[in-house]
């Protein structure tokens, strides 16, 4: 019984295909991560002294005497990005002088007041200001007097700034900002790499489409205000037919999600000798979120996509220390894997397969009745 069952629900089944159309359709994409990083200036100050021929931390001088020489080391390390340092130097609690001595030979002094470090100070160095202090000859000593030395350092990024140190003011008038970082970072290093290829490739004998993300974003430093940042992927067709590719991108929900509304994108794309603008707006910008026809590349050919990201100069320290992802997605229009079968005077294969479906059907009903005979005979028989 279980088997009559199950034979006439597949001759069912066979018709129920036959008599209707099937269609399923293969969005092909792939995706790379762009991680955004923004910078930071972030100098340290701190002082030490020679004390019985050894370094150590500097400590305030109780009782000081005219003539005397105070060993007093400001060491100023850079703790952040490649940046210039200046410093300038104020006396409190007295109207007296006080030479500083052994002054570092890449120090000049600018006629705003303040000492100019004339050489980059690099991510992780470290230089002295100067090595002691000379109290003048006629100091004034009272009573119960005390004067205090302040050291103000400060220090500007290094690249997309060029100080003029012929100049009155070699920084002009630049506004320096308090570094605003929140606990610890990471400051990362850009280095070129060699002989890079950057591909978006889809392979037509598989209809897949395929891109290479642990190198794509390679070359992406951590970016400061003024920088620009560009590259250039290829976009190749291993197909015999000609494919259309789109893009797209998805940024991340997060806090920082203002930094992405600043930096700037500019997609460009050369295909089949026409070059053509796609996209120019904000990182996170509404032209973007949704698909974006790159071109249609030609049967077994290529084409170039170009984008170049840039971070205003104005960006302040506001936007320090910030990390964001976006998703930049690459994919080919919908790709028809299975033929539609339809049925109706317009497709005569429908209706052919229909006809071969019931009588399916129809077969197997036979086949089972035949069979039901043979086990009657076989009773009256015994």
């Not at 005390?146 to 630049?174: M, R, T």
């Not at 560009?230 to 590719?245: F, I, M, Q, S, Y």
Request: proline content about 4%.
């Amino acid at each position: 019984m279980k088997k009559k069952k199950l034979l006439i629900f597949l001759a069912s089944l066979s018709v129920l295909m036959c008599g209707s159309g099937a269609t399923i359709f293969a969005m092909t994409e792939t995706s790379v991560i762009n991680h955004i990083s923004t910078g930071i200036v972030d100098i340290e100050l701190e002082e030490y002294q020679i004390q019985d021929g050894k370094e150590e931390a500097y400590e305030d001088v109780k009782d000081i005497l005219p003539g005397q020489v105070i060993s007093k080391i400001p060491r100023i390390r850079n703790d952040g990005n490649d940046c210039y340092i200046r410093v300038k130097l104020e006396l409190e609690g007295t109207e007296e002088s006080i030479e500083a001595q052994e002054i570092g030979e890449k120090w000049k002094e600018g006629k705003d007041g303040y000492l100019y470090y004339t050489d980059i100070l690099k991510t992780g160095d470290e230089t002295d200001l100067f090595q002691s202090i000379k109290i003048p000859e006629d100091f004034a000593q009272e009573e119960e007097s005390s004067f205090q030395l302040k050291i103000h350092a400060e220090g500007i990024q290094s690249q997309n700034f060029i100080p003029d140190f012929e100049a009155d003011a070699p920084w002009g008038a630049v506004e320096i900002q308090r570094c605003k970082k929140e606990g610890q970072y990471d400051i990362t290093s850009f280095q070129q790499a060699d002989n890079q290829s950057l591909e978006v490739v889809y392979q037509g004998s598989s209809r897949q489409l395929f891109s290479n993300p642990e190198d794509f974003f390679i070359n992406f430093p951590v970016m400061l205000p003024g920088d620009t940042y560009e590259e250039t992927a290829e976009l190749r067709n291993t197909d015999g037919k000609p494919v259309k590719l789109y893009f797209r991108s998805a940024a991340e929900d997060t806090e920082s999600n203002d930094l992405l509304e600043q930096v700037g994108l500019k997609i460009t794309t050369e295909i089949d000798g026409r070059t053509e603008t796609i996209y120019e707006g904000p990182l996170k910008g509404e032209g973007i979120t949704e698909n974006r026809l790159l071109g249609e590349i030609p049967p077994e050919a290529s084409g170039k996509f170009h984008f170049e990201l840039s971070v205003p100069k104005e960006l302040d320290n506001r936007y320090t220390v910030l990390t964001n992802r976006v998703k930049w997605i690459f994919s080919t229009e919908p790709i028809e894997s299975l033929t539609t079968v339809q049925t109706g005077d317009a497709r005569k294969t429908g209706t052919y397969l229909l006809a071969g479906g019931v009588l399916c059907g129809a077969g197997t009903l036979i086949l089972r009745k035949g069979r039901r005979k043979n086990e009657e005979s076989l009773a009256q028989l015994i």
